[in-house]
């Protein structure tokens, strides 16, 4: 099947908004929890939340180029929510797709199998490196210039 070209507007501004709170945000209030399967403190919030290397820019440029969507397969449009723990080395582990209608969850699986290839700066709490656990929602729908 050949790929039709996605756009990721929901992960866009997402992404905008990430650095608009990161920005207002730097005030040391980081706050976690257990991680109830790796059963580890992992942080939700923190002063520096990790980032791809290179910024969300590359990411999405990245992804772009390197997802492949089935053309004319409306099953594979739609808000697929990834979850993962980057940790304080910057590797991405426990992978969790929240929500995917894709079938078999492919679009989420596409998404971790490029993340992983991509490296990531580390969350920080007061100036250390801390796991955090992160979600991204990717949006994907036909584009405009199709």
């Known amino acids: ?21 990161s920005a207002q945000n730097n005030k040391h209030s980081c706050i976690g929890k257990t991680d109830s399967i790796l059963h580890k403190f992992v ?39 990834v979850s993962f723990i980057v940790e304080a080395n910057g590797k991405l582990n426990r992978l969790r797709i929240l929500r ?21 700066k580390s969350g920080l709490c007061n100036g250390v490196a801390v796991p955090v656990v992160y979600s991204i929602p990717l949006r994907f729908e036909p584009s405009l210039t199709e």
């Open 43 to 81: 942080y939700t919030s923190v002063d520096q939340m990790p980032e791809p290397e290179g910024g969300f820019e590359k990411l999405i440029t990245f992804l772009l180029k390197n997802i492949k969507v089935p053309a004319n397969s409306k099953e594979y449009l739609g808000t697929v929510i």
């Open 100 to 120: 995917d209608a894709s079938p078999n969850h492919k679009m989420g699986k596409q998404f971790f199998k490029l993340a992983k290839t991509v490296k990531w």
């Open 1 to 21: 099947m050949s790929a039709c070209k996605c756009i990721f507007l929901t992960l866009c501004a997402w992404c905008l908004a990430y650095q608009v709170s």
